[in-house]
């Protein structure tokens, strides 16, 4: 079952429009630190495809139904953005506004709510009405064809590196931002948080080593993309990969003396001698199976890891013993991330069953109407398009 920790935000209050990708994900971090996220769900559902119970981005939270399309509807929104602290949004630009629950209506209510608005665009710009996902956002940035090997076409990173990192993260450090100003001076404000935005900055240090002539623009050619044959993966006897990442002079010596290649290696500082060099590793990882390689490789600085699948991650001594992976409620899943010293993150809900916390929340967050309202039939729709960022 859950554990009780109450996290920093603690007391905090959060409205989340419901949505897919990084407005969930940037409301799950929040309810994983302790704000209480009450989730407005649509009638039928946002169209993800998979059982809610399963949805982990939903842990934490609190569920209510609403179909923001009614008057009714969007005046409970109304009435829950007016006792919050935060407001969390992925619909296309001006949807929000001509559903009554934009900016200009909730701060009217709310003058010190932090309204985040989360989008793939922006909510300006030639783009900003158009429909996409990641992996454009990704690919407009630069950030996209940085992956892969040289010679081959950019890898495909799921959607880590736009929804996640460049979305939901950029849009939780915006809100508890404005969170802090509007706790200082009283005034909220807008947060537009755009992949495309939040990528881009991803990349600072990318394009300090291009302007000082330390980064060549293209794929596999530098220290840090698969270029150098000491930052990169090699396949194992049993079709399995080992990591390699010995930058350092002292862990690349360490890596050398244990991997035991034979013979005198090609110079690692001369880039001519990468191709080389890189041939020799991967002859001499292919002679033993990633399990054995590990035990090389135990407790060294030589800085070599096994490449493991998402079930065997799980089970990774390391993992293991920081509890960096939990099972609540049936569920193996990643456990609430940082970790505080005096106010820790906890899984204290399962993932949020539709609307059925309406009671509660009427209740506790003193909002009448809103136990009141008919209660919507789920029915099957199909993903949002107007609504979707």
């Known amino acids: 079952m859950g554990s009780t920790g109450h996290g920093p935000l603690h007391g905090v209050r959060v409205v989340e429009l419901a949505g897919i990708g990084p407005g969930p994900f940037a409301a799950m971090l929040l309810a994983d630190l302790g704000a209480d996220v009450v989730r407005i769900d649509r009638p039928g ?6 059982d809610p119970a399963h949805d982990l981005t939903n842990r934490n939270k609190r569920s209510v139904v609403l179909d923001l399309k009614s008057a009714s509807g969007a005046a409970a929104a109304l009435a829950l953005a007016e006792r919050a602290d935060i407001l969390v949004e992925g619909f296309r630009p001006g949807v929000a506004e001509r559903l009554g629950v934009g900016p200009g209506d909730c701060l009217a209510r709310n003058p010190r709510l932090v309204y985040g608005r989360m989008t793939g665009w922006g909510q300006e710009g030639p783009l900003a009405e158009t429909a996409g996902h990641d992996i454009g956002y990704v690919a407009v940035t630069g ?23 460049g979305g939901s993260l950029y849009l939780v450090v915006g809100v508890l931002s404005a969170l802090q100003h509007a706790r200082t001076t009283g005034e909220g404000q807008v947060v537009d948080a755009a992949i495309v935005d939040g990528t881009a900055h991803l990349t600072a240090m990318i394009h300090a080593m291009v302007a000082a002539g330390a980064w060549t623009d293209r794929r596999g050619a530098n220290l840090l993309d698969g270029g150098a044959p000491f930052y990169g993966v090699y396949e194992t006897a049993d079709g399995q990969y080992m990591a390699v990442g010995a930058l350092e002079p002292a862990f690349y010596e360490e890596f050398v003396r244990l991997l035991g290649a034979p013979g005198h290696l090609p110079d690692r500082g001369d880039p001519a001698a990468w191709a080389e060099l890189r041939e020799r590793l991967a002859a001499r990882f292919r002679e033993r199976t990633r399990a054995e390689w590990t035990e090389v490789f135990a407790g060294s600085d030589a800085c070599v890891a096994p ?18 992976f939990t099972e609540e409620y049936g569920t193996v899943q990643p456990a609430p991330a940082p970790r505080f010293s005096a106010t820790p993150g906890a899984v204290r809900r399962p993932p949020a069953a539709p609307g059925a916390d309406t009671a509660a ?7 009448p109407g809103l136990s009141g309202l008919p209660d919507p039939t789920p029915t099957p729709t199909p993903a949002p398009t107007q609504e979707e960022r």
């Open 307 to 324: 490449v493991l699948s998402l079930r065997e991650a799980r089970d990774h001594p390391h993992l293991a013993a920081r509890g960096t």
């Open 45 to 50: 559902g946002p169209g993800l495809g998979i």
């Open 143 to 165: 950030a996209l064809g940085m992956i892969g090997p040289a010679g081959g076409p950019p890898a495909v990173p799921a959607n880590l590196l736009g929804d996640y990192a």
């Open 361 to 367: 929340v009427a209740r506790e967050w003193d909002v």
